[in-house]
């Protein structure tokens, strides 16, 4: 990899996401109960343990009985045995006789069929039966969903309430997981204070911190370090050290651009392997990336808008392929916007817009990128060419954030 590179062209977004790529590998699969598995990906393919369902049982609150003994209706059958969820029959059901059964109850051996309750006399010494029922009706047939040893979902898949469900239901206690990443944030800069202080002349309150630490645990990774701190590079370089020794990737947010006191590319410019330059993106030109003690650094610009962009379009698709998923960059969606879209005269817009999951999009106003109001609600960005004229109703491709805020 190129070392300290300072470049006028502006680099590609899909580039600088490659580049990024590059620095990470999907994280040691670990075993994990699979109770507690959710939000994770699949490091390897579970195998069914057991038949679903696992026993023949009845579908239906009725009567299990032999449907020979339902040729000649009404019918009248002698009740022997009754059956809840959870017993296992002791007797099968001979000639002329039936066993109540609930719902999810095993159904006896010489049973072929439930009768609904509904469809008799509801008797429990005599039940007499007015509607005929095939064989194999109101049955639920071992295995008929999944049987033992087929594998279910694929590495990388993640892991939703229904599939940890399923898994349960299989008899799967256990799965082969990614483990989430753990990352670190650090914003940067001599004016930023704590929420809850007062704002003295001068200074902002340090909202990128929170917002990166809510965005990497949307993203499905648990930030394990919030911190901020001022424009001083052996202060930077210390709480550097310190998350390297607990995080598989660093993000940090300010301090890489033009001005004369950028902490963090003076901090990590000279490092081998770093990279500083400028992405054909608006917002969030000024981008790079470091290694300390070879834990990816990724480093956003300070406007909270672009931390929001920079966020999506570089760091999501790291913790994606950390988190173990086949396809790291997201694949984008097509969309109509409901509004007319502004673009930029040279750089690649991404405008911050509200999806929904539907397929006609809300633009959110513009605004500049210190606007971080102008952004609130976002769950996509729509890709903007540079010149490119984009009246309300015309097509564009979006990045979907994949979660709804
Ligand atoms: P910088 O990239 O450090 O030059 O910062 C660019 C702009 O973003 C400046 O106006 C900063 O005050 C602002 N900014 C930097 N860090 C934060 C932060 N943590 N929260 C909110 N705004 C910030
Ligand atoms: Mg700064």
């Known amino acids: 990899m190129a070392s300290v590179t300072t470049s006028d062209s502006l680099l590609p977004a899909d580039e600088h996401q490659q580049q990024l790529l590059e620095l990470v590998r999907p994280l040691a699969a670990v075993r994990c109960p699979v109770e507690q598995s959710r939000g994770l990906r699949l490091a390897e393919q579970p195998k069914a343990q057991v038949d679903s369902p696992p026993f023949t049982n009845s579908a239906m609150d009725g009567y299990a009985v032999r449907s020979d003994d339902l040729a000649e209706l009404p019918a009248t059958l002698t009740v022997t045995d009754d059956l809840p969820a959870g017993a296992r029959p002791t007797q099968s059901v001979e000639p002329g006789t039936a066993q109540r059964i609930m719902t999810g109850a095993m159904l006896p051996d010489g049973a072929d069929c439930v009768v609904p309750v509904e469809l008799t006399d509801a008797g429990t010494a005599r039940v007499a039966v007015a509607e005929v029922v095939e064989a194999g009706q109101h049955?639920?047939?071992?295995?008929?969903?999944?049987?033992?040893?087929?594998?279910?979902?694929?590495?990388?898949?993640?892991?939703?309430?229904?599939?940890?469900?399923?898994?349960?239901?299989?008899?799967?206690?256990?799965?082969?997981?990614?483990?989430?990443?753990?990352?670190?944030?650090?914003?940067?800069?001599?004016?930023?204070?704590?929420?809850?202080?007062?704002?003295?002349?001068g200074k902002i309150f340090d909202s990128n911190s929170v917002l990166l630490e809510g965005l990497v645990s949307q993203a499905g990774a648990v930030c394990v370090i919030r911190a901020s701190v001022n424009d001083e590079v052996e202060n930077l370089r210390r709480v550097l050290t310190a998350a390297s020794a607990e995080a598989d990737l660093i993000v940090t947010a300010g301090?890489?651009?033009?001005?004369?006191?950028?902490?963090?590319?003076?901090?990590?410019?000279?490092?081998?392997?770093?990279?500083?330059?400028?992405?054909?993106?608006?917002?969030?030109?000024?981008?790079?990336?470091?290694?300390?003690?070879?834990?990816?650094?990724?480093?956003?610009?300070?406007?909270?808008?672009?931390?929001?962009?920079?966020?999506?379009?570089?760091?999501?698709?790291?913790?994606?392929?950390?988190?173990?998923?086949?396809?790291?960059?997201?694949?984008?969606?097509?969309?109509?916007?409901?509004?007319?879209?502004?673009?930029?005269?040279?750089?690649?817009?991404?405008?911050?817009?509200?999806?929904?999951?539907?397929?006609?999009?809300?633009?959110?106003?513009?605004g500049g990128s210190h606007m971080l109001s102008k952004a609130v609600g976002a769950d996509c960005l729509i890709e903007v060419m540079p010149g490119e004229s984009l009246p309300a109703g015309s097509h564009v491709n979006v990045m979907d954030f994949g979660i709804r805020p």
Request: charged letters at 15%.
């Open 255 to 366: 301090g890489i651009s033009a001005g004369a006191y950028e902490v963090v590319k003076q901090t990590l410019a000279e490092s081998p392997g770093a990279w500083f330059g400028g992405v054909n993106i608006q917002p969030g030109k000024p981008q790079g990336f470091g290694l300390v003690n070879d834990v990816p650094v990724v480093t956003l610009p300070g406007n909270p808008v672009s931390v929001l962009v920079s966020f999506w379009l570089f760091v999501n698709p790291m913790l994606r392929r950390l988190a173990g998923a086949e396809m790291p960059v997201p694949e984008r969606v097509s969309a109509q916007i409901a509004d007319s879209v502004a673009a930029h005269s040279q750089r690649v817009r991404w405008q911050p817009a509200i999806r929904n999951g539907h397929s006609v999009v809300q633009p959110l106003p513009k």
């Open 139 to 201: 049955i639920r047939r071992q295995g008929e969903d999944v049987v033992v040893g087929t594998g279910i979902g694929q590495a990388g898949q993640l892991l939703t309430p229904t599939v940890v469900a399923s898994l349960v239901s299989l008899g799967v206690a256990e799965v082969s997981v990614t483990p989430a990443p753990r990352v670190a944030v650090i914003s940067t800069g001599d004016e930023l204070i704590e929420s809850g202080s007062d704002l003295a002349a």
